[in-house]
């Protein structure tokens, strides 16, 4: 099983990008990366998926380099209703969750 | 579509008393899942159902019970609750790898 590791916590200003780094070192050859968000008292929510090199939605940027052992989520422009937990999860028959990194962004 | 729905919203149980979670999904997904969230925790994986009539241990089944009724639903049961069960409970379906997470069931064991 692939297991996810993230830093705990991470703060940033409003207006600024964020970059959250997940290594993931043994991650399997049909394995795809998935980033959630959580806020308090609510279930985590999708973000972005991705399987290799780069992945863009409307929200964030997923890049994962040619190993595939780590991946990073950018949130561009951060503001105070992005401060939550980002989960990083590769994604197997039973999608197991680590601790999550807690993004702070102070104004 | 309501997505996932999870009952009850909240319960508090004595020590020794059991119940059922109940979670539906109208999303006609494969896979369901259940997860518990301690304070200030990540989730962590009790049990999970990759298809209808399968279930399999996730990271922390012991003092549990699920059953995968029909594609739809997927009932988590405590036997004897245990004060080491007060948490947050999150029942999620997918297919086959986005989650759709349901509001969450607060338990209380005391």
């Known amino acids: 099983l692939a297991k996810t590791t993230q830093p705990i916590s991470m703060d940033s200003y409003e207006g600024q990008e964020v970059n959250i780094t997940c290594s993931h070192n043994n991650i399997a050859t049909n394995d795809y990366i998935t980033w959630y968000q959580q806020f308090p008292s609510q279930g985590p929510r999708f973000i972005i998926q991705?399987?290799?090199t780069k992945v863009t939605n409307e929200v964030a940027s997923l890049f994962i380099p040619a190993d595939r052992k780590s991946s990073t989520l950018s949130l561009p422009r951060v503001s105070l209703s992005d401060t939550a937990v980002y989960y990083c999860l590769v994604n197997n028959n039973d999608m197991r969750f680590g601790a999550g990194t807690r993004l702070t962004v102070k104004p | 579509n309501a997505g996932v729905t999870q009952t009850p919203k909240f319960q508090v149980l004595k020590t020794g008393q059991s119940m059922t979670l109940q979670c539906a999904q109208d999303?006609?997904?494969?896979?369901m899942y259940w997860y518990r969230q301690d304070p200030g925790m990540g989730l962590r994986l009790i049990y999970y159902?990759?298809?209808?009539?399968?279930?399999d241990k996730g990271e922390v089944p012991n003092g549990y019970n699920v059953s995968r009724l029909n594609k739809r639903e997927f009932s988590l049961r405590l036997e004897s609750a245990a004060p080491s069960q007060t948490s947050v409970y999150f029942c999620?379906?997918?297919?086959?790898?986005?989650?759709?997470f349901g509001p969450g069931t607060r338990l209380t064991v005391t």
């Open positions: 159902s990759a298809s209808e009539g399968t279930t």
């Open positions: 991705g399987y290799k």
């Open positions: 999303m006609n997904h494969n896979s």
């Open positions: 999620a379906s997918s297919d086959p790898w986005e989650q759709y």
